[in-house]
């Protein structure tokens, strides 16, 4: 066969197979050129998932007859003035998404200019385009898009359920919206666009804050929360956004958003640097929510490597990583102890009775189990008792009922007394020391976490607030303590070790025990020094000494197992890091640990003055915060 041009309207179906891969994306080009104009209002209506209409008006700087007519032709662009592709200061360059969406549909563009006394439209049908014509509309553009691919057919086979299209649409227009506080959008699907789908409002005061306020109207109240501010700069590139906590965890990467210069983006490399910032925080499977946004010179980042413009690259890949991986640890060690109000409210959500046609969490009133006493301490008798105007019948009364009920009642005595507490009045199993504080414990105002009042089931703290009570698992709460410890002495130069007087043999598999001899100096950097005792032996002679006495066959079982997993995909310092985490697990306090007054007044004054101690290694909460308004809540007193 001999070579030979494509025809036009070809040519232009085959760019629009790269542009239009489905609604969606040709959403995005438009709404990105309503941006690049200057709108200040963008309102988008959707039928059929974008395939039968798609219809975008802007109040920007719209555009005049002869710029209508180049506007849909190939690689015709107003936003390249200097002609340099690596000077890149707009959303949409390249010039095609207006001909290839109308080389696929049936396009109407019309426009007007500030100042300009009538509109132009123009009509473009499957590649073959119009002449402008006169038209009625207000200041800005409006284009719809009417039956896309049509000219093409095949592609609606490969398109999705209307839903599942507008999906896409929508996920679109809110990545847009979050990079542009100060625009208004709205989004509505349905027959006229009779069902609203998104609205927002323009974002008021300073932009981070502005920011903050798009994103949780998109994000959620639950991120808005509980979202740490960044702000860094190095060498002219510039991160701001906003971070959520890390007890704050999704299964899924999809709520962490990314972009540069205002364009949303998938970019691996700062992916990556968001997955190293949270590795101490959170396990492999969690993923934080957050907002990121790079703002770098376009010389020193090329934005032009994939067709659908949702990845970049950097000249100087490194100086951004190390901008996100440090500005984010940087921030999170500034959120100091604290964790997410959804650990909170969850703890409520699960302590609330569940009633007849209310939900936990639903702010509905709801019925408790039916209790023979009433609401209040004023209360009416058996019979008349109520809660929320709903009356309680007293349940029926089985054998032996009143007998358990005075047992419960009666004072318990203690069989031993532990040193230095007073004598307890009544006692709960698991439950120590006393109800009314020694003379030596604090205020419970005078700390952020309060003062030690009790520990249930030797395993958890409870600690009175000036605003309710804080419950701590104390093994989850050290183990964090301890692991900034050793990362601590790791910068200063190494983890004090302390000698075995009796060197512990482990036994491994083989190829266990060469993994772990191989990495001997950098866990002698930990603390641990082991050596080589025949096949399949390790030989332990010295222990990191913040670690005290441990299980030193188990620890080190851990640690071939986690450098198995770990491999050479990591960094030295990242699995340095890693293996802190196991070691640190190691060396806490165990659940099931008496502890005293002090020793937990002590627990929480290091919480309280230790970056990062709101969560532990795994990415587990160490404390539940309860207010004590919500908790009157559960009893009916609000």
């Known amino acids: 066969m001999t070579i030979r041009l494509l025809p036009e309207t070809l040519v ?7 542009v239009v891969e489905r609604p969606a994306a040709a959403v995005k080009e438009l709404v ?22 798609i219809s975008i008006t802007d109040d920007g700087c719209g555009m005049t007859p002869d710029e209508l007519s180049l506007a849909v032709e190939r690689h015709a662009t107003s936003k390249l003035p200097g002609d340099d592709l690596l000077d890149i200061r707009s959303l949409g360059f390249r010039g095609e998404a207006l001909p290839s969406i109308g080389a696929v549909s049936h396009l109407t563009i019309t426009s007007r200019p500030r100042g300009a006394d009538s509109a132009w439209s123009l009509t473009v049908n499957a590649g073959a385009k119009g002449t402008p014509q006169p038209a009625a509309l207000a200041q800005g553009t409006r284009i719809e898009v009417r039956d896309l691919f049509a000219a093409v057919p095949a592609r609606l086979k490969f398109l999705k359920a209307p839903r599942t299209e507008y999906d896409h649409i929508a996920d679109c227009v809110e990545r847009l919206a979050m990079a542009h506080p100060g625009v208004a959008f709205t989004l509505s699907d349905g027959a006229g666009g009779s069902r609203s789908g998104l609205r927002l409002t323009a974002a008021q005061g300073e932009l981070l804050d502005a920011r903050l306020t ?18 860094a700069m190095r060498e002219a590139v510039t991160l701001f956004g906003w971070i959520g906590l890390p007890t704050l965890h999704r ?80 921030a999170l060690a500034d959120a100091g102890h604290r964790a997410s109000t959804t650990v909170g409210l ?8 569940q009633g ?108 009175q607030t000036r605003e309710g009570i804080v419950i701590v698992d104390q093994h989850a709460a050290h183990e964090r303590l301890v692991y900034e410890r050793m990362k601590s002495a790791l910068l200063d130069g190494g983890v004090k070790r302390q000698a075995l007087l009796i060197p512990e043999l482990v036994e491994l598999d083989e190829p266990s025990a060469n993994r772990l001899l191989g990495r001997a100096a950098e866990l002698a950097e930990l603390g641990l020094l082991v050596e080589g005792f025949g096949p399949g032996c390790v030989l332990v002679r010295e222990v990191p000494a913040l670690l005290g006495q441990s299980d030193v066959k188990g620890l080190v079982a851990d640690l071939a197992e986690e450098l198995s997993e770990l491999g050479d995909a990591l ?13 640190a697990c190691h060396g806490s306090v165990r659940a099931g640990r008496a502890l005293g007054i002090e020793e937990m007044n002590a627990l929480l004054r290091q919480m ?28 009916g007193r609000r």
């Open 346 to 353: 969850a703890t409520l959500g699960a302590l609330r009775p």
């Open 571 to 583: 960094s030295l310092k990242e699995r340095l890091e890693a293996v802190c985490g196991t070691m």
């Open 356 to 463: 007849d046609g209310a939900e936990a969490g639903s702010g509905a009133s709801f019925t408790p189990s039916p209790l023979p006493y009433g609401r209040g301490g004023g209360g009416s008798g058996w019979g008349g008792s109520s809660w929320g105007g709903a009356p309680i019948t007293p349940g029926p009364v089985t054998p032996g009922m009143a007998e358990r009920a005075n047992a419960f009642q009666a004072p318990y005595p203690m069989p031993t007394q532990p040193p230095g507490l007073p004598p307890l009045q009544g006692r709960l199993s698991g439950f120590a020391p006393a109800a009314r504080p020694p003379e030596y414990a604090p205020a419970p105002d005078s700390h952020p976490l309060g003062a030690a009042r009790a520990q249930l089931h030797n395993t958890y703290i409870v600690a």
């Open 608 to 635: 309280e003055a230790t970056p990062h101690s709101g969560q532990c290694n795994h990415g587990r909460p160490t404390y539940v915060e309860l207010k004590l308004a919500d908790i009157e809540r559960l009893f």
């Open 32 to 53: 990105e050129n309503a941006l690049d104009a200057g709108a200040a209002r963008i309102d988008i209506v959707v039928r059929d998932g974008g395939k039968t209409l």
């Open 214 to 231: 798009r994103l949780g109207a998109l994000m959620g109240r639950d991120f808005q929360e509980n979202a740490i501010p960044v702000e």
């Open 251 to 330: 299964p899924t990467a999809r709520h962490q958003h990314l972009f540069v210069n205002g364009r949303p983006v998938r970019d691996k490399l700062m992916v990556g640097a968001v997955r190293a910032a949270y590795a101490d925080f959170l396990p492999r499977d969690r993923h934080p929510l957050l907002a990121l946004f790079l703002e770098i010179d376009p010389q020193e980042v090329d934005v032009n490597v994939h067709p659908a413009k949702a990845e970049v690259r950097f000249r100087d890949q490194g100086l951004v990583r190390g901008l996100i991986v440090g500005s984010l640890k940087r």
């Open 12 to 18: 232009n179906r085959i760019a629009a197979g790269e």
